[in-house]
C-alpha cells in the first residue's frame, strides 16, 4: 500500500486550496477513504471520510462546509477541497484507508509522508 500527499502549501486566512493522494497498491475503487491531520504535538485529527463509490460523504464539525471530500476511482486518488481556509486548519494532512461503522469512521493501514498545509497572512 502506498498513499502519496501532495497539494499543500501557504494560503491566507479565507483563501482555498486542494489537496490530492494518489494510491497504489490495492484496489481503491473498493475502500472507503478519509483525510485525516495532524498537528505537532496533537493527536491525529478525523476530518472528512467517502465512501468507497462516492456516494456518501462525512465531515468533522469543525471542516463542515468549508471542506469538500471527492475521489476519482479511475484516477485512485482522493481529494480536500479546502474553502475559507482559518489559520486553526494549519496542519500535516493524511490519507488514510478507512471503514465506518455505526457512524463512527475507523481509519488504518499505513501512513503516506503527509502534505502540509500553512494558514498565514
Known amino acids: 500500500v502506498q498513499l502519496v500527499e501532495s497539494g499543500g502549501g501557504l494560503v491566507q486566512p479565507g483563501g482555498s486550496l486542494r489537496i490530492s493522494c494518489t494510491a497504489s497498491?490495492?484496489?481503491?475503487?473498493?475502500?472507503?477513504m478519509s483525510w485525516v491531520r495532524q498537528v505537532t504535538g496533537k493527536a491525529p485529527e478525523w476530518v472528512s471520510g467517502?465512501?468507497?463509490?462516492?456516494?456518501?460523504?462525512d465531515y468533522a464539525s469543525s471542516v463542515k462546509g468549508r471542506f469538500t471530500i471527492s475521489r476519482d476511482n479511475s484516477k485512485n486518488t482522493l481529494y480536500l477541497q479546502m474553502n475559507n481556509v482559518k489559520p486553526e486548519d494549519s496542519a500535516v494532512y493524511y490519507c488514510?484507508?478507512?471503514?465506518?461503522?455505526?457512524?463512527?469512521?475507523?481509519?488504518?493501514?499505513?501512513w503516506g509522508q503527509g502534505t502540509h498545509v500553512t494558514v498565514s497572512s
Open positions: 467517502i465512501k468507497k463509490d462516492g456516494g456518501s460523504t
Open positions: 497498491g490495492f484496489t481503491f475503487q473498493n475502500v472507503d
Open positions: 488514510r484507508l478507512s471503514m465506518m461503522y455505526r457512524g463512527t469512521w475507523y481509519d488504518f493501514g499505513s
